[in-house]
C-alpha cells in the first residue's frame, strides 16, 4: 500500500510560480512511476508529467513542457511539480499519483492517487 500526501498548492498571479510536493509512504518500488495530474472544475483530470521513482526518465504533456518540471528526492520520499510561468487556464487541483506501469499518462496507469491540492492563478 501506498500513501499519497501533497501540498504546496495556493494563490498566485498569472506568470508567478509554485512547487507542489507529494510525500509518499509505503512500499514503493523503483520500477514505479509517479505522477501529477490536475482535474478543473467541469473538466476530465488530465496528466501533467511523471518520473520514475528509481532512474531519471521523465514525461511530461505537450501543454506544460518547457514551464512545469517534474523532480523526486528519494532521500526525503517526496516528488515536486516546480512549475513556471502559471497561466489562470492551470486553476485546477492538482493530484500526485503512483503506479507501477511505468512512465504512463492515463489514470488507470496509476493504482494510487493523494487528496489533490488546489492551485489558484489569477490574472
Known amino acids: 500500500q501506498v500513501q499519497l500526501v501533497e501540498s504546496g498548492g495556493g494563490l498566485v498571479q498569472a506568470g508567478g510560480s509554485l512547487r507542489l510536493s507529494c510525500a509518499a509512504s509505503g512500499r514503493i518500488f523503483s520500477g514505479y512511476a509517479m505522477g501529477w495530474f490536475r482535474q478543473a472544475p467541469g473538466k476530465e483530470r488530465e496528466f501533467m508529467a511523471a518520473i520514475r521513482w528509481g532512474g531519471s526518465s521523465t514525461y511530461y504533456a505537450d501543454s506544460v513542457k518547457g514551464r512545469f518540471t517534474i523532480s523526486r528526492d528519494n532521500a526525503k520520499n517526496t516528488v515536486y511539480l516546480q512549475m513556471n510561468s502559471l497561466k489562470p487556464e492551470d486553476t485546477a487541483v492538482y493530484y500526485c499519483?503512483?503506479?507501477?506501469?511505468?512512465?504512463?499518462?492515463?489514470?488507470?496507469?496509476?493504482?494510487?492517487w493523494g487528496q489533490g491540492t488546489q492551485v489558484t492563478v489569477s490574472s
Open positions: 499519483a503512483a503506479g507501477p506501469k511505468g512512465l504512463g499518462s492515463l489514470r488507470t496507469d496509476y493504482s494510487y
